[in-house]
């Protein structure tokens, strides 16, 4: 093990355990990220399972995904969504159809509910704060992921009742997100998520691992920034090319490179709730798995219907594409129990937002 990367990694144990992390320095980020294969991995690994167990323990968080539009105004190179695929069948669901579905999930027995939708603004803002206020009184927790929105958007939904909001950030490297995403700047979107910390909501973002002129740096300074903010949840998941894209020829994000940022992620933001991403599980059979044992905790099925579904194509080939969203709720309840993980039954809120308040009863606040 190189000398450099060893100290790096027992700065961020020693930092990870304890009880007010700091943020780690961006070289000791960067030095993790560049873990050899065998001993190093394997050291970086163990280190985020540990951590993950100390700080969150062995109980997998299940938020049900309900994707509800697959209509975008935006432009993303990297994205099936975007506004010029015109090879997309667009769908977009009534308010009573979402909340006849959140009906559903809520007797599927999860907790909850994470509405996404491309950047849809025929969802204005008195739709969505009714949408959240007919979700609230089944006692889901709500989870939002609509995009960039203005703050007065951002304060109804609250007021209404939505917990959480996630926003990725993609990549903070201002020149790369400027390309990638047409007419939209890395400022205004991090600014969104100032705005979302300011107003109380539990905070989401992440990035993506091999968006073609990715440095590891950025990378790095991703996770940085984020850990700086003190998101409440980080999505890392691959870059997967979508035909139907203008990067549709570019290679995909590397496997190893994710389950490494992931657990980087981890050590960075011990505090914080880290998905299994379903792109992390779609480029690999075990990616999923794979995740949790390295220090996810955190699970998304989605139960969007089957015709839906296979519409939100953001990327191609997703897995569980056609399955039904209780075969999903069964089946990763039995791949969670295998690696000696348990369901978790509350709200799995935000750490932060327990130290505050404590899990409330019937979803109300
Ligand atoms: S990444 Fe988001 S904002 Fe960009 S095109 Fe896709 S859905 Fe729209």
Known sequence: MRPSFKKALQRAAINARKLRPTVLYKEDILSLLTASDGKEMEALFNEADEVRAFWVGDEVHLRALLE????CIRDCLYCGLRASNVALKRYRMAPEKIVELARKIKSMDFNTIVLQSGEDFAYDRDTVSWIIREIKKMGLAITLSLGEREFEDYRAWKE???????????????????RLRPGRTFEDRFQCLRWLKELGYQTGSGNMVGLPGQSLETIANDIALMAELRVDMAGIGPFIPNPETPLGDCPQGDIWMTLKAVAVARLAMP????????????????GREMALQRGANVVMP????VENRKEYRIYPNKMCLFDEADHCRTCIEGKIRALGRRVARGYGHALAFQD?????ANGGR
């Open 160 to 178: 209404a009742g939505a917990h959480r909001y996630l926003l990725k950030l993609e990549t903070s490297d201002t020149v790369l997100h400027a």
């Open 68 to 71: 509800f539009s697959n209509y």
């Open 302 to 305: 989605d139960v969007t219907p």
């Open 356 to 360: 505050q308040q404590t899990e409330y």
């Open 271 to 286: 505090w914080a709730h880290l998905p299994a991403t379903t792109a992390t599980g779609t480029i690999h059979p075990q």
